[in-house]
């Protein structure tokens, strides 16, 4: 199988440090400007500069997403914020207005532009277009077909990469143009505030009736109609490969360490077999993926239209809580974060680049003050307790939740 990118979201530092230890390729993020995760995954430019070194030392890349719509006012912005992205070595800006496309490539012009799947590319004919406004990556629509993808790879000069997304929330619009939020809440979708009211619960009210309150039943499971699944395409990535897709994209810049840990982890895996011609072991892996919050898993749009039956109205779900990340090891012993409480007997699971179905039973432990205790409850602490595997800084510890006492 040719050689494919995993890229992963990052929100915060912390999460860019943890798509890298788990196997990311490239990390794409938001910086202070035009980015549709305005309201609190913005990094600044001194962030940025530390991110670039953070992912450029590990030997990877980094993505800034420029992906809002931009109004007169700001255009005149563009130019000077490309410069300033490629100053700062970054990889490639993520950009879907046609404007801001221009503007960047006139002030910056070794600055590699990636269209966004917000830019709605779903063609050849609107793909080459980009490709002569300067792109070198197409960010596909989330609408195409496996078959669609390949005619379109067919028609497109082999200069041009496509990306596609293999996991992570669905936007119920069209590649996320959506104006339910700006309506019911002023918060514009397209400028990167989103309320998320497509999953809300709603109900019908009957005008002669006023104050009684009727549940919209999708099936038995719910009533969020408007709210999609989650894509989930581990199952068929040689698939997506084989179409012409070499850079896959997981959804989740709002997503925690622990959520992004898991799921580049699977990927990571995933690719890496599929690289040794071997065959990915498919329901280990989505035991994996359910160990983190998720909605109901889909394929997408990649085999056709989505069925009806896909509106996720059981809400989300997950089978493992986060306890902790190992920040220091040594044989027999290590030292973790607390992020959830961790109890005397309660059985770890460790999730790590290294290991697989690895487990411990936790003993005594000790706390930030060095006494002895059964209860690991202040939140963001160091505490240490003894382990019998070799885990290393960056490994993460979880309670299955059958598992977890009360």
């Known amino acids: 199988m040719q ?77 000077a914020y490309a410069q300033e992205l490629d100053a700062l070595g970054v990889d490639a800006a993520i950009v879907s207005d046609i404007g801001v ?19 709605n590319c779903g063609n050849y004919a609107a ?26 790879r067919a028609r497109v000069p082999e200069d041009v990469e496509l990306e596609a997304f293999v996991h992570g929330a669905m936007c119920m619009s ?18 990167g505030a989103c309320a998320q009211p497509c999953r809300w619960r709603y109900a019908l009210v009957e005008e002669t009736r006023p104050g009684e309150y009727f549940p919209v039943f999708e099936d038995e499971r719910g009533t969020a109609i408007l709210s999609s699944r989650d894509l989930c395409a581990v199952s068929f990535l040689d698939r997506l490969a084989e179409a012409g897709v070499s850079s896959f994209k ?23 077999a599929l690289s040794r011609g071997e065959a990915p072991d498919i329901p280990a892996l989505m035991r994996e993926l359910g160990a983190a919050s998720h909605r109901t898993f889909s394929r997408g749009f990649y085999f056709g239209e989505i069925p009806t039956e896909s509106a996720a109205g059981d809400g989300y779900v997950q089978d493992c809580t986060f306890a902790g990340v190992v920040r220091a090891a040594e044989p027999g012993r290590i030292t973790f974060e607390q992020r959830n409480r961790i109890r005397a007997g309660d059985r770890l699971e460790v999730l790590s680049p290294s290991l697989t179905d690895a487990a411990f039973t936790v003993g005594s432990m000790t706390d930030p003050s060095g006494a002895e ?3 690991a409850r202040l939140p963001a602490a160091l505490y240490s307790t003894a382990c019998p595997l070799a885990l290393a800084p960056g490994d993460i510890l979880r309670i299955r939740r059958p598992e977890k006492r009360p």
């Open 101 to 119: 496309i221009a503007e960047m490539k006139k002030a910056a012009p070794s600055l590699p532009i990636h269209v966004s799947t917000q830019a």
């Open 373 to 375: 205790t059964d209860d």
């Open 250 to 272: 997981i959804e989740g810049r709002m997503k925690s360490p622990y959520y992004v840990a898991t799921v580049v982890n699977v990927y990571r895996r995933a690719l890496d």
């Open 127 to 152: 793909a080459q277009v980009y490709r002569a406004l300067g792109a070198s990556r197409i960010v596909l629509a989330r609408e195409m077909t496996l078959d669609a993808i390949a005619q379109l």
């Open 3 to 79: 050689k494919i990118e995993l890229l992963a979201p990052a929100g915060d530092l912390e999460c860019l440090e943890t798509a890298l230890y788990f196997g990311a390729d490239a990390v794409y993020l938001g910086g202070p400007k035009l980015q549709l995760r305005a309201a609190n995954v913005g990094f600044t430019m001194e962030a940025l500069a530390r991110a670039v070194e953070t992912a450029h030392r590990a030997g990877r890349k980094l993505y800034v997403t420029v992906n809002s719509f931009a109004t007169n006012a700001e255009i005149a912005e563009v130019g």
């Open 174 to 191: 069209y590649s996320g143009r959506c104006m339910i939020s700006a309506y019911l809440t002023g918060r514009g979708a397209n400028r």
